[in-house]
């Protein structure tokens, strides 16, 4: 049975970059290794990833949290079932570029957060979370200067309530013994990368 390893961090923070890298490091060390990322690349994930972006927008009016809430649940579930847990069973290392954390920090904070959790609460944990620590105007930064589109949740107000809400996600999960490491990711893309190879050790 292989090891899930998760990425988490705000919009910009590097998890993209720094997934692919493991990924291609654990290879080239003969590990079996699969990179997948939420929302997944499954129907679910692929119709959250349209919304995101403004696909099936309501005129006047923004897509509620909670129907997001809903379909990241159900996006999760489905990848796992889909492609984690046969990448899992057959040996692989996964690394998942986001995963409930996300769902948490960005949709559980409000009054919604025990029902969140409660959606979530079959999705296996991870055996591994890597916490890239950006700060959000340094991720914005990044993020204008890749030439990125702004989504949904990236404008700068809405990052500093999600930079709030990973606070909470982290020592929550934490307490309840989940392994998650918060690491500097303002550093340069070769020293963040070093860390987390300390962190993952070999395949
Ligand atoms: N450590 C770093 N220092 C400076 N720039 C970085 C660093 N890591 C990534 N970048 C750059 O910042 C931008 C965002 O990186 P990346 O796409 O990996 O972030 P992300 O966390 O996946 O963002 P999103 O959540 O929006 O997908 C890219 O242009 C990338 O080259
Ligand atoms: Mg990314």
């Known amino acids: 049975m292989g090891r899930l390893i998760v990425l988490e961090g705000l919009d910009g923070a590097g998890t993209t970059t720094q997934a692919r890298r493991l990924v291609e490091h654990l290879r080239a060390k003969g ?10 690349d499954g129907p679910v994930g692929q119709l959250i990833r349209q919304m ?4 099936h927008a309501i005129p006047g009016q923004s897509i509620a949290q909670s129907t997001f809430g809903l379909l990241f649940a159900a996006d999760r579930l489905d990848h796992l079932q889909r492609e984690v847990e046969p990448q899992l069973a057959a ?4 690394v998942s570029d986001r995963y409930y954390h996300s769902s948490l920090a960005y949709q559980g904070t409000g009054a919604d957060r025990d029902w969140i959790t409660m959606l979530n609460a079959r999705a296996r944990r991870p055996d591994l979370t890597i916490f890239l620590q950006v700060r959000p105007e340094v991720a914005a930064k990044r993020r204008a200067d890749a030439g990125r589109v702004q989504e949904l949740f990236e404008d700068l107000r809405m990052q500093e309530e999600v930079a709030a809400g990973y ?11 989940e392994r998650i490491e918060t690491i500097d990711g303002e550093a340069s893309p070769d020293a963040v990368f070093g860390v987390i190879l300390a962190l993952v050790g070999s395949p």
């Not at 590990?31 to 997944?40: F, I, M, N, V, Y």
């Not at 040996?91 to 996964?94: E, F, L, P």
């Open 52 to 55: 995101l972006t403004g696909g």
């Open 167 to 177: 606070k909470a996600t982290i020592s929550e999960l934490m307490a309840q013994g």
């Open 91 to 94: 040996g692989a290392t996964v």
């Open 31 to 40: 590990g079996k290794a699969h990179l997948t990322r939420e929302p997944s």
